[in-house]
């Protein structure tokens, strides 16, 4: 069966490949050595294959038809799609057989997830899953979620799906050692009057959350609460949905940087799943 | 129907631009037609304008705003200070904040 060896949290704002050096050069290098990090702690650990969730950003779906969870099954997925950002344009190896064990066992547990055999990927995944194999050769299993478009799913049910996808993936015997992964937020807004606007407070309100396993506060705060702190803050639900893919490991904040010029609340947060120390 | 058109409108013309998979996306905008879209007068000013305070103010949904402002080649500090004339106060507080 396999287990997950990797389990983290990163945001994702695309100015972390088109505009890098904007940020000031501590905050950067605080936040993307916490990156490199994790890049040398996935190769320690021999991690055949991963999976990230993040948000539907209007790139594969639009209001005809908007699911709330999005499985990628392809063989593979495509990205980035966004012309301006500086990640190569490639095919990227998806794991048919380990997202379609995902999507069975979340069926079975009582979710109604979307399908795709071919999605498209934005900065949304691009971004985190290119600081994690710089040759973007790592077999991906892509999730995007609805964090943007009303009605939502509400953040408990993306922690809910988080758990049933954790033991999706434990219950999969075709891997050993697989990565989850939630990218996006933390707080920021985007397409307001707000932008540019970052709520340190909530963030680390949040982080300090995850790390102490006091979830309850956060996993009934309705949608109007979210949006205090950014409508990009609806991203949780990557961050939630993970946490509870690892429940209850709690998280270690490895970085947390406010970064003005990339707009939104950076941070990388880690959940130990491997306390033995134990390694591939 | 008409909003539901602008954001179509909207989405096909920065999808056009973008690095797609297949044949269905990435032809380009510089021969987009928005003829073929059921906008209002203020709808087509703005969008052939590019007109990112009368698009927020029409109705457009912030993240296509942020992709077509984007995809327009506005920087966020462009755009912020078209659309600060129409933040507004917020009253309301968070658990978070003490």
């Known amino acids: ?280 | 129907m008409s909003l539901y058109q602008l954001h179509r409108c909207v989405y096909d013309w920065v999808r056009a631009g973008e690095v797609a998979s297949g044949a269905a996306g990435g032809a380009g905008r510089e021969s987009f037609d928005s003829s073929g879209y059921e906008l209002t007068d203020d709808e087509k000013k703005a969008f052939e304008t590019k007109d990112i305070a009368a698009m927020y103010q029409l109705g457009l949904h912030e993240v296509l705003l942020n992709r077509f402002a984007r995809a327009a080649g506005f920087a966020r500090d462009d755009y912020r200070k078209l659309l600060e004339p129409f933040a507004k106060p917020e009253e309301r507080r968070g658990r978070w904040q003490r």
């Open chain 1, 1 to 280: 069966m396999a287990e997950i060896v990797l389990a983290y949290c990163s945001s994702h704002a695309p100015m972390m490949s088109s505009a890098r050096m904007a940020a000031p050069q501590e905050q950067r290098e605080n936040f993307l050595g916490a990156l490199d990090y994790i890049r040398e702690l996935a190769g320690e650990r021999g991690v055949q294959a991963c999976v990230v969730l993040s948000n539907e950003h209007f790139t594969n779906f639009f209001l005809e038809n908007f699911p709330q969870i999005c499985i990628g099954l392809g063989e593979k997925n495509w990205g980035p799609t966004e012309e301006w950002l500086p990640i190569d344009k490639v095919w990227i190896p998806g794991h048919p057989g380990m997202a379609d064990h995902i999507a069975r066992h979340t069926l079975q547990s009582g979710f109604d997830p979307a399908f795709s055999h071919l999605l498209e990927l934005d900065h949304g995944i691009m971004t985190v899953y290119y600081e994690l194999d710089h040759d973007m050769k790592l077999p991906l299993v892509p999730i995007v979620q609805n964090c943007a478009v009303p009605p939502l799913m509400p953040v408990r049910r993306a922690y809910e799906f988080g758990k049933a996808l954790g033991d999706a993936i434990r219950s999969y015997d075709g891997l050993a050692r697989v990565a989850v992964i939630g990218a996006g937020g933390l707080s920021h807004w985007i397409g307001s009057p707000r932008v540019g606007d970052i709520d340190e407070e909530f963030d680390r309100w949040f982080l300090e959350r995850l790390a102490n396993g006091d979830l309850e506060q956060v996993l009934d705060m309705p949608d109007s609460e979210i949006e205090l702190a950014g409508n990009g803050n609806h991203e949780m639900r990557s961050w939630l949905a993970v946490a509870g893919a690892v429940a209850p490991t709690l998280a270690t904040t490895l970085a947390y940087e406010p970064i003005y010029p990339w707009i939104t609340g950076m941070a990388v947060a880690h959940f130990e799943t491997m306390l033995d120390g134990s390694r591939a």
